[in-house]
């Protein structure tokens, strides 16, 4: 009766079960002590072939309906003949484990196993193995079990490889990566609001080292190779030792603008931002903020984003130059001159002084001695004039060969002084270049009661308009060539 009742438990089991005779692998594990064989994980490794040889003398003598069931054969005749196609590839390295336990002496032992249904489907098993009491000393009967875990192992390999997928889009991400941890930030803030604080902008600006404390709070766990790329840094150890130097200038302003946005609640966010590389050079970079999903009420995963802008700063400042300025001689453009005009007349600032400059001969140049020669002369008067004029005054290149100086706040005694600084530097110039001296008309203007900016410019365009009728009237008269250059050093 009791027979009966184990040999239904057997059947009716949930999972897989065995009995198996395990003796013949006994006998062969007394001939190879004999052999003199110790280590008996490194003997199976080193000819997989003594596995295999075990694994013949394995006899099985019972299953039961669920293993049946599960590598899909019609009987136990089926199963039995079938084995090889159940057991084999990466069958053997696990099976090394079960024959080293028994080998120890252990009555029990586990393992992770792959087999094979007949049907040919893969199964990851969990096997576990038990020695039949009363049976300890020739193995001759072992209970094993062989749970599906299939289902399990899949999900698992599945995480890992999402994983990997994960930290591989990371590691390898082109664009520079910061996992951090903003936990200590996030209860500082909670704090401030606790303490019923409801314009965190002013509280800022009350209490500036709040700024600094919260920067010294922020936690970085990891960061990927783009960073330190982009940081010039040998490793991650020297970029986290020294991200003083990184984030340091004007970092606080935008910093002040991201607590705002947390402040408010906004856990994605973005702006444009300065950072130094170890070696000193600039960084402009574009700083995407996010806090990971699931951490939003402690802040204690976030991934920042650096996306270096350098170049296309750098362009749209070029850009921005040559807006503003004229390549040749340097100096700022009629578009410029003409805005700063306008500025300069909204502006209730008196009085106001204007120097417009020709350049003599720029057309016989021209002719005589080609276009590089003119523009060598143009570069130079550019140089003299970018030497002598300085903020808040500002010289431009506003024609052809014309040039003028606008200066705001400067009266006439300024002005006269801005011209004889002009001439002087045109002296030491011209005796670096004696061969082709520069020679230039002035006209100056300074604002007078209640007159327009317009009206004081064309005064002192007219102005130069007449020294410069005197010079080629000099030059016209007989004899005139000569005196006018020892006058004007031309």
């Not at 003119?374 to 003299?384: F, I, N, S, T």
Request: hydrophobic share 40%; aromatic share 8%; charged share 25%.
């Amino acid at each position: 009766m009791a027979e009966s009742f184990d040999a239904d438990i057997f059947n009716l089991a949930p999972v897989a079960m065995w009995i198996e005779d395990f003796s013949g692998v006994k006998h062969q594990f007394d001939v190879w002590r004999q052999q003199g064989v110790t280590d008996i994980r490194a003997f199976l490794r080193e000819d997989l072939a003594r596995v295999e040889l075990c694994s013949k003398n394995i006899r099985v003598l019972k299953v039961n309906d669920k293993t049946l069931e599960l590598f899909a054969a019609r009987d136990v005749d089926h199963l039995i003949a079938n084995l090889h196609l159940v057991f084999r590839d990466d069958m053997l390295d696990s099976h090394i484990q079960e024959l080293a336990a028994l080998w120890d002496g252990d009555s029990r032992f586990s393992s992770h196993a792959v087999n094979y249904s007949l049907s040919g489907q893969r199964l990851d098993i969990q096997l576990r193995g038990a020695v039949i009491p009363g049976h300890e000393d020739t193995l001759g009967r072992i209970l094993i079990t062989t749970e599906d875990v299939t289902e399990r192992e899949e999900a698992r390999r599945l995480e890992q490889s999402n994983r990997r997928y994960a930290e591989g889009m990371f590691e390898h991400s082109p664009v520079s990566l910061w996992v951090e941890d903003f936990s200590h930030i996030k209860r500082l803030i909670d704090d401030i609001k606790h303490r019923g604080i409801v314009d965190f902008r002013v509280f800022m600006d009350v209490h500036p080292e709040f700024v600094r404390q919260c920067m010294s709070e922020i936690r970085v766990i990891e960061v990927n190779k783009a960073t330190l790329d982009l940081f010039c840094a040998p490793d991650e150890q020297t970029l986290l030792h020294r991200l003083g130097d990184v984030f340091r200038g004007e970092m606080d302003k935008p910093f002040r603008e991201q607590l705002i946005d947390l402040w408010n609640g906004n856990l994605f966010h973005q702006r444009e931002v300065i950072n130094y590389a170890l070696d000193g050079s600039e960084r402009h970079v574009l700083l995407q903020f996010s806090v990971f999903p699931g951490h939003e009420n402690d802040w204690s995963l976030v991934q920042v984003a650096l996306t270096d802008i350098t170049a296309r700063k750098k362009a749209e400042a070029y850009l921005e130059y040559l807006g503003k300025h004229d390549v040749l001689t340097k100096l700022y453009n009629r578009a410029f001159y003409a805005d700063e005009l306008n500025r300069l007349a909204r502006n209730s600032l008196r009085p106001v002084s204007a120097v417009v400059i020709d350049l003599n001969g720029l057309k016989n140049a021209n002719d005589m001695l080609g276009h590089d020669a003119g523009d060598a002369l143009l570069r130079r008067l550019g140089e003299v004039l970018n030497g002598v004029v300085a903020a808040p005054n500002h010289a431009a290149r506003i024609g052809g060969d014309e040039f003028a100086i606008l200066m705001p706040g400067a009266d006439k005694q300024a002005a006269a002084t801005m011209v004889d600084t002009i001439n002087e530097l045109l002296k030491i110039n011209n005796q670096f270049y004696s061969n082709a001296p520069l020679g230039i008309s002035i006209g100056v203007a300074t604002t007078e009661q209640g007159e327009t900016m317009e009206a004081m410019v064309r005064r002192a365009d007219i102005n130069m308009y007449e020294q410069k009728k005197a010079h080629y009237a000099n030059f016209a008269m007989p004899g005139g060539h000569t005196a006018q250059a020892k006058k004007a050093g031309i």
